[in-house]
């Protein structure tokens, strides 16, 4: 093997997809993509973690089918719903817009598969016109009559589709009314705090009827119909497999407002989707957006269990990680300094009596995942300019700055569940690792009054913000200190051992969802490995 040296600003690539040069030449084939590509298998929500590889796969199904189409969220333009008089209306009456966003959806996906179809087969007639070819029997005459209705926009952006959809929504909802009110009036109706008035209370349960009823009526009963043809006539009859892919659903693609309704609204499509024979619908998912759905939809009777077999989960094991880094280490050396890679674990330093193994030792401190493993290594290069290894010097002078900004991300990926997380979590500061209710009940109870009484407590979301201030005088620090432990071992600042007989679990690798009432006084915690040095843990 030829000398080679380690320059400062090299890396084996970037920490998110969209700019990481060898996504797809360091792929690592986790048998993921077989499941996706089985069109007789369910499996076709990537959930996972921030940085756990879900885009990288998206990516890569991309690149490796011919009929397949990207919806990108952004483009969509659905930020305009958020200031749509009618649905910010319909909200107000508490009307449940369920019916209204899968319409959305399913309007967008009917339109691009046929679209889709109609293309790659290479169709000669006008798009309508052999539309109607499929049907001859004229059975479904309300749903050729909807088609014709949209045919001039099905060319038209996404964007135009939707708006259009929005228009023909407050338009029914108007024919309702029969023009005897405007839906200013009823704006100002409804703003009323107090209704004294018999008639105005009338007038309003009127409305909320008359408008459940055009939301419940949002053409579902044609677009089915379609779904049914589609089903029967169109891909019935084709062997070539039919992609959507869907991603960056956590971007600021639609306001807070409405986001996790037409999420949940996107994974009912999805399912009722699967009937369609050689079509998938495959989206990326982030875990802390999926529990955000779960919690938000509670009340309306979602039941997780009915789209477990849609869920793929995106984990790693050690074997994988490894294969992920030496193909990442072999792209960043073709032809810069052998013809023949290192792999790490000669570029690490082995294991001793004493200590693990440099990469051990790399991997302890990930959540199992590719970004952590690419960002840990990529301060280990940096450290390393002008050598040929990396030392344990090096190890632990990156694991400071990577400490520090795990700790950071942290913040970012559960901010819109949680709010700042430093309230939760600052009092584990300087703390020894590994410690009992006991143990650290004083030492959190002093910090928790010290949040409320700065104000901090107002920083958190609505349900931990409540928690902290509910208590006042009789402050229960220990039943605040379960639920806050509970939630650090969600998002894996912590793991449990939650009795002397049990093993210490870390979120990444336990099935386990532990509840307030399953923490006792023999359970004991640790802080991650991750999270050592940024905390100044002892």
């Not at 996706?36 to 756990?52: A, E, Q, V, Y």
Request: glycine share 4%; aromatic share 10%; charged share 30%.
């Amino acid at each position: 093997m030829s000398t080679y040296k380690f320059k400062r600003n090299i890396d084996i690539g970037s920490l998110d997809a969209e700019s990481d040069r060898f996504l797809l030449s360091a792929f690592v084939d986790k048998q993921d993509l077989p499941l996706l590509k089985d069109m007789t298998n369910p499996k076709c929500i990537l959930l996972g973690r921030t940085g756990s590889g879900k885009s990288g796969i998206i990516k890569y199904l991309e690149e490796n089918e011919d009929h397949i189409k990207r919806i990108e969220p952004e483009s969509m333009s659905l930020r305009h719903l958020s200031n749509s008089d009618i649905i910010n209306y319909f909200k107000r009456l508490d009307i449940k817009l369920d019916l209204f966003y899968k319409v959305l959806w399913k309007h967008v996906f009917i339109v691009e598969l046929i679209k889709l179809h109609y293309i790659n087969e290479g169709k000669t007639r006008s798009f309508i016109d052999w539309i109607k070819s499929q049907f001859p029997d004229r059975s479904k005459q309300k749903s050729i009559e909807y088609l014709e209705k949209w045919e001039t926009q099905f060319w038209e952006s996404t964007e135009y589709r939707i708006k259009e959809l929005e228009t023909s929504l407050e338009n029914r909802f108007k024919g309702e009314l029969g023009g005897s009110l405007t839906l200013k009036d009823l704006i100002e109706i409804n703003a009323q705090e107090e209704i004294e008035q018999t008639d105005s209370k009338k007038i309003k349960y009127e409305v909320i009827n008359k408008a459940q009823k055009v939301v419940n009526e949002s053409q579902i009963e044609q677009i089915n119909d379609i779904i049914q043809l589609m089903q029967t006539k169109i891909f019935s009859k084709t062997q070539k497999k039919y992609f959507i892919i869907i991603d960056d659903l956590d971007k600021e693609w639609v306001s807070n407002e409405i986001v996790y309704d037409l999420i949940k609204s996107l994974i009912d499509t999805i399912k009722d989707f699967r009937v369609l024979p050689n079509v998938k619908i495959v989206i990326a998912l982030r875990t802390n957006i999926h529990r955000k759905i779960l919690k938000v939809n509670t009340s309306r009777g979602v039941q997780r269990e009915k789209y477990n077999n849609l869920y793929l989960d995106v984990l790693w094991s050690r074997s994988e990680l490894e294969e992920l880094v030496n193909n990442r280490l072999r792209e960043l050396m073709r032809g810069t300094y052998t013809a023949t890679s290192p792999t790490i674990h000669e570029l690490l330093p082995e294991e001793n009596k004493k200590q693990p193994s440099g990469f051990d030792y790399i991997i302890e401190r990930t959540f199992m995942r590719p970004r952590d493993v690419i960002d840990f290594l990529n301060k280990c290069i940096k450290y390393a300019d002008g050598k040929t290894t990396i030392s344990r010097e090096i190890l632990r002078l990156a694991e400071d700055e990577y400490s520090h900004e795990r700790l950071k991300a942290l913040n970012d990926e559960w901010l819109e569940n949680y709010g700042d997380l430093f309230s939760l979590y600052g009092f584990l500061k300087n703390q020894n690792n590994g410690f009992n209710l006991e143990e650290i009940k004083g030492i959190a109870e002093e910090y928790f009054l010290k949040v409320i009484s700065n104000g901090n407590s107002k920083k958190l979301n609505h349900e931990y913000s409540q928690l902290f201030e509910r208590f006042g005088n009789d402050f229960d620090g220990l039943k605040l200190l379960k639920q806050i432990l509970v939630t650090l071992f969600e998002i894996g600042i912590v793991g449990i051992k939650i009795m002397p007989d049990k093993k210490l679990e870390y979120i990444y690798n336990s099935y386990t969802v532990y509840e307030v009432e399953d923490i006792n006084e023999t359970s004991r915690f640790f802080i991650h490995p991750m999270f050592h040095k940024a905390l100044r843990i002892k």
